[in-house]
């Protein structure tokens, strides 16, 4: 009979990779306050190498915070005896998301609410929403569902003009847009079908972790390596996976490279799931074998992702608003002025890199206190933080 270990304790790879991730995650929102441009990170016709990897490299973030949502939804249901308790939890636990999403997030971005952001926790929550039903049906539909999502959403054709009559079509499916709700904008930057067939793979894999830790690695970088491949392949054949083919770009071989990586985020494509899943598979694995003062640092954000998310946006922003009032004599949040910012302000990434470590540092005692109270206290709301 094949052995499994017990799903009744964290498993600290999975809480270091998290917390890797919240950690990259902060550089990008960063970069949006203190050190936004009037153009995308990753226009190649613009951009700098610096800069678009400094974007770059926060895609990673998303994918493989819902993935491992996904893993963390299956551990938590060998946890629990009755389904309907799992599936009830993960119903309640996604409209928190969305409405703190809508309600707190959104406000805490702009101070306001001029503008209604339907982001990453949105999306998250109603994964969750999805999940709660989808955890009822068996394991072949569900390999099925999410082959079939995660391949073939590419082929769906986008929304150009959202109305009313077909906002919920977009909704599920669509690349960003707005959606004027009276007098209202709402920004709908995640759409759902395509991350629920991520967070649907994280659950389906979770099985995983429950193995002899031998075979348990092997599937890691066996799964890792051909998603990678299958990036690889795909790119090269330049035909189906991402809705931008990569060209020759005329500022040079270093620029075309960038163009072959520059894949898709929203709606997250068929290659850009492959090679940010296949990523974090990888780090799966080396984090179950390698351990030490800087994963432990990682860890402690990973165990309290959601408190670190709440955190961080009040705190960037009211340090941005302090540095541009002392800077430019007039607190402006640069994410959401540009082009129109104050006189004399000019990007600046290392700007952007020394908010950032300041950012995470400073959250640093707040997220292990927070951790350790959610593991002293056994209070149910602390299970929908």
Same mark, same amino acid.
């Given at each position: ?73 299956? =551990? ?36 306001? $609410? ?17 999940? @709660? ?20 959403? *590419? @082929? ?54 429950? $193995? ?26 330049? =035909? $189906? ?20 990586? *520059? ?11 492959? +090679? ?6 990888? +780090? ?7 351990? *030490? ?64 470590? =300041?950012?995470? @540092? ?10 350790? $109270? ?12």
């Amino acid at each position: 009979m094949e052995k499994t270990l017990s799903a009744t304790h964290r498993i600290p790879s999975i809480d270091i990779l998290r917390g890797l991730i919240m950690v990259v995650m902060a550089l990008d929102h960063v970069r949006d306050f203190f050190s936004a441009t009037p153009f995308r990170p990753e226009d190649l016709t613009q951009t700098s190498v610096p800069l678009f990897f400094t974007r770059w490299i926060t895609h990673f973030c998303a994918p493989t915070f819902v993935f491992l949502s996904g893993i963390s939804i299956f =551990l938590f249901q060998q946890r629990r005896s009755i389904r309907g308790e799992v599936s009830l939890f993960l119903l309640t636990r996604g409209l928190w998301l969305v409405v703190l999403e809508v309600v707190v997030i959104t406000f805490f971005v702009q101070f306001g $609410y001029q503008l209604i952001l339907l982001t990453v926790f949105w999306v998250i929550g109603w994964s969750m929403v999805f999940m @709660a039903a989808l955890i009822w049906l068996p394991r072949w539909l569900l390999i099925t569902l999410a082959v079939v999502i995660i391949g073939g959403h *590419n @082929a769906v054709p986008d929304i150009t003009t959202v109305t009313p009559q077909n906002a919920l079509a977009a909704v599920l499916h669509n690349t960003p847009f707005v959606l004027q709700l009276g007098k209202q904008p709402v920004l709908v930057a995640y759409t759902i079908f395509p991350w629920v067939g991520v967070m649907l793979a994280g659950y389906l894999i979770g099985s995983w972790f429950l $193995y002899e830790p031998a075979r348990r690695d092997k599937l890691l970088v066996t799964a890792g390596i051909a998603l990678l491949v299958l990036f690889v392949v795909l790119r090269g054949i330049n =035909l $189906y996976g991402d809705p931008v083919r990569w060209s020759i770009q005329s500022r040079g071989a270093g620029y075309t490279v960038l163009s072959f990586i *520059n894949v898709s985020k929203y709606p997250p494509s068929l290659l850009f799931i492959s +090679l940010t899943v296949g990523v974090g598979l990888l +780090l799966l694995y080396v984090f179950n074998h390698w351990t *030490n003062r800087i994963t432990s640092f990682f860890q402690v954000y990973g165990q309290v992702p959601f408190f670190y998310y709440l955190l961080h946006l009040p705190l960037m922003n009211i340090s941005a608003l302090l540095w541009t009032y002392l800077a430019f004599g007039k607190p402006s949040n640069l994410s959401f002025m540009m082009p129109e910012c104050p006189a004399g302000y000019h990007p600046n990434l290392l700007r952007a890199y020394l908010a950032w470590v =300041l950012v995470v @540092a400073v959250l640093y005692f707040p997220c292990r206190w927070f951790g350790r $109270y959610r593991k002293e206290n056994g209070y149910w709301w602390l299970s929908y933080m």
